[in-house]
């Protein structure tokens, strides 16, 4: 009696425990927009720290920022997702802005008669050879916006604090692309154990992203000026390259981009969007 009882209790403990964790699953599970928010995911509202103590200058202090909650592509754009833009658009902006270098050998949609074709194989590698102005007119071509430098941050991050999207572990190939040389890249979400907490891909390594942000000190002030579209100074992208070293993978790293690189397309540069929800919260 006694065995059938603590037999019986054993797989009450079992069916819990396995409710748990897929209770606990699903609430870890990436929230994918729908419809217009396709391939994007939901961030929640909140406060997140931003910057460290224990890093360079420019990501100091650590502070607390409250952000509503956001769209954010889970992927990089690819060269496939750039292509329709291009086709539209052609590689240049109404103000001569750059949308894809066209003289650079590592850019690879190329013209093909009188359109323009991926180099078959590289469909879902990450754009890049854009100007900062390509970035930005990609994204609200698409009603889209770049991220804020802490929307970015937060998606790479979360609320805990941590060094990388995937945790506090440095980087290895079990997480990343360790590349060769910057501009190196994979096909996106080649890394899924990568993933930040929310579910976000590459947020390290691959290429650095544009971001709207100017280059201000901290703490971070939203209405300070920092997110001056129409400002011609220095501008921040974050997440590193595939050749860069640790300290500039992690979420809270900051590369300062000048104007004049910022009017030209690089093999190493590349962005996601971001969007508001109907109603932010």
């Known amino acids: 009696m006694i065995r059938k009882t ?20 699903a609430a870890s599970a990436p929230k994918m927009g729908k419809g217009r928010y396709a391939g994007m995911i939901l961030i929640p509202a909140g406060p997140f720290t931003m910057g460290r103590n224990d890093g360079p200058d420019e990501e100091k202090p650590a502070h607390r920022v409250f952000l509503p909650s956001y769209y954010i592509d889970r992927n990089l754009v690819t060269w496939a997702d750039y292509l329709p833009f291009i086709q539209a658009k052609g590689p240049a ?3 001569g802005e750059m949308y894809l270098d066209t003289d650079d050998a590592d850019t690879r949609i190329v013209p093909k008669g009188d359109t323009w074709v991926v180099e078959k194989g590289f469909e ?12 930005l007119a ?3 071509w698409k009603r889209k ?6 929307q970015w941050e937060k998606a790479a991050r979360g609320a805990d604090g941590r060094l990388y999207p995937w945790g506090n572990q440095k980087p290895s190939a079990e997480y990343l692309l360790l590349g060769d040389y910057r501009g190196q890249t994979a096909a996106v979400g080649s890394y899924p154990r990568g993933a930040s907490p929310y579910g976000v891909n590459d947020m390290a390594g691959q290429v650095w992203e544009w971001t709207a942000s100017l280059a201000m000190p901290y703490p971070y002030q939203p209405k300070d000026g920092r997110e001056n579209l129409g400002a011609v100074d220095a501008r921040v992208v974050r997440g590193g390259n595939s050749a860069s070293l640790p300290e500039g993978m992690t979420a809270t790293s900051r590369e300062v981009v000048m104007p004049g690189r910022q009017a030209t397309g690089h093999g190493y540069l590349g962005f996601r969007c971001a969007s508001e929800p109907p109603h932010s919260t």
């Open 6 to 25: 603590a037999g019986i209790w054993m797989l009450v403990f079992i069916l819990l425990a396995a409710a748990f964790a897929e209770m606990t699953h």
């Open 93 to 95: 902006g109404p103000q």
């Open 145 to 150: 916006k770049l991220p804020t430098e802490a």
């Open 138 to 140: 990609y994204c609200r």
């Open 124 to 135: 879902k590698f990450p754009a890049s050879e854009m100007a900062w102005g390509g970035a």
